[in-house]
């Protein structure tokens, strides 16, 4: 071979190296991307195929190319596993959430049910029957809970007094000693009925004072007769007609005079016997007080006998100085007696202006009608009156509210009998209960006859108990 020849041979072996050390090396860049893409130990191996490729040739380059390939869909069956356990995983926990939901719907539900059914089973236990039969048979009011008009009502203590204005203390004007005593403790008397007659030295000596100036009077006027017919004949002076004159005016001054002061005492002018002193009713009414008895010796100022006229008393209440101000002459109040179940209407005639300087109340009057004389003097009684007025939008009777368990009660009208139930009272105005809690509005109840209904409870929780 010449040296032409060897040099072509030369050139040609040099670029069939190079185009496989070429082709080597592309195939070995592709394999080695996408081995980065599908997993870090993938370089090392396509570092291999690349040395390889250096030392064998197109072979290598061959298997190297095979290898990537596999390697490549290896990488994507793992990757499709791997998405596929993912779906499936995440299908499962919204399945399971689902019936999760479903589940805890139907344990809601369940147990909604199961309170119902609880409550029904109670409210049966604590149903007090009654039928309608019986509801009317004993009595029992069915209202329903609505509005009214709450009157705040003061309560204020006070006491039963006599009237002063009708009321009179009988008085001896004069010192004698009781003759008779006609009037009685207790007793109803008229105006001017003799109460009780005494035998009055003193009354004797004004009434022979009155008979001596009337014998006087009478002298004096024959005398002033006389001497006018005389001087009118001219017979006698003018003088003597003049003090003739002046001696009957005198005279009939000193019997005006005497008169006037058998009528300051009390005593008839005319009465034949002159010490005779009668004590007489002022006005219609009740003997209340006597301290005086038959032939006792009584002063002229000893209070013998009280008059009163009890058709009007007076109940006075003791007003705390805070309360002063919703206590007006005029204002309309109930007086409720503290001893019996009695009650009646007034109007306030009086409010003292001056506060006790031991008890800090001032004084008030209420001006009260007893005809039937049910109010007596000494009575102890509480007045109400109206402080102020609101409207409560639910109430319910004073009657209807029982007390139960210790709790304010009001019993509802349920199909078969009355259901009790606990309600939050109040304001009351003794007639109507506002209800702030525990009872809607229009709820049939049980009003009055409340307490037959409590009686029938007792009785089945007795029964119920044994």
Do not use: C
Not at 20 to 46: D, F, H, N, Q, Y
Not at 63 to 71: C, F, P, W
Not at 95 to 107: Q, R, S, Y
Not at 173 to 183: E, F, L, N, P, Q
Request: charged share 25%; hydrophobic share 35%.
């Amino acid at each position: 071979m010449n040296t032409e020849e060897r040099k072509t041979f030369a050139e040609r072996v040099g670029k069939k190296q190079l185009i496989a050390i070429a082709a080597v090396l592309v195939l070995g860049v592709g394999a080695g991307a996408m081995i980065l893409r599908t997993s870090p130990a993938k370089p090392e191996a396509a570092g291999h195929s690349e040395a390889a490729g250096h030392g064998d040739g197109e072979h290598h380059e061959e298997e190297g190319g095979k290898q990537g390939k596999e390697e490549g869909k290896d990488h994507d069956h793992s990757h499709g596993e791997a998405k596929g356990h993912a779906d499936n995983e995440h299908h499962e926990e919204g399945k399971g959430k689902e019936e999760a939901k479903e589940t805890g719907g139907e344990k809601t539900a369940a147990a909604d049910a199961a309170k119902k059914e609880s409550a029904a089973h109670k409210e049966d236990e604590e149903k007090i029957a009654f039928t309608d039969e019986q509801i009317k048979t004993s009595d029992i009011a069915i209202e329903n809970a609505g509005p009214a008009r709450i009157k705040l009502s003061l309560q204020l203590p006070g006491e039963i007094k006599f009237n002063e204005d009708r009321t009179a203390h009988v008085v001896p004007r004069v010192a004698g000693v009781v003759d008779s005593v006609s009037a009685n403790l207790g007793q109803q008397v008229k105006r001017g009925e003799v109460l009780a007659v005494l035998s009055s030295p003193g009354l004797s000596e004004q009434r022979s004072g009155l008979q001596s100036a009337q014998r006087r009077l009478e002298l004096a006027r024959s005398t002033y007769e006389r001497e006018k017919k005389l001087w009118e004949e001219k017979i006698s002076p003018q003088q003597d007609y003049l003090q003739a004159q002046q001696a009957m005016q005198e005279a009939q001054i000193a019997v005006a005079n005497a008169n006037q002061k058998l009528l300051a005492l009390g005593a008839t002018p005319g009465s034949s016997a002159l010490g005779r002193y009668e004590l007489r009713a002022p006005f219609d009414g009740m003997v209340v007080e006597k301290h005086i008895s038959l032939g006792e010796s009584v002063g002229e100022a000893v209070n013998v006998f009280t008059i009163s006229d009890l058709s009007t008393v007076w109940a006075e209440i003791s007003v705390a100085a805070n309360n002063l101000n919703l206590v007006r002459i005029g204002e309309q109040v109930k007086i409720r007696s503290s001893a019996f179940d009695q009650t009646a209407t007034g109007k306030v005639s009086y409010v003292g202006s001056l506060i006790g300087a031991q008890t800090r109340t001032a004084t008030a009057r209420v001006t009260l009608t007893n005809p039937q004389g049910i109010w007596r003097p000494g009575l102890f009684v509480n007045v109400e009156l109206v402080a102020s007025e609101t409207e409560a939008p639910v109430t319910v009777a004073a009657d209807a509210v029982q007390t139960v368990e210790e709790k304010p009660t009001v019993f509802l009208r349920v199909p078969g009998g009355f259901l009790p139930q606990h309600v939050q009272t109040g304001r009351s105005d003794g007639k109507r209960i506002e209800i702030v809690g525990g009872l809607k509005p229009g709820a049939a109840y049980a009003a009055s006859g409340s307490f037959v209904v409590k009686s029938q409870q007792g009785k089945s929780s007795a029964t119920h108990t044994h």
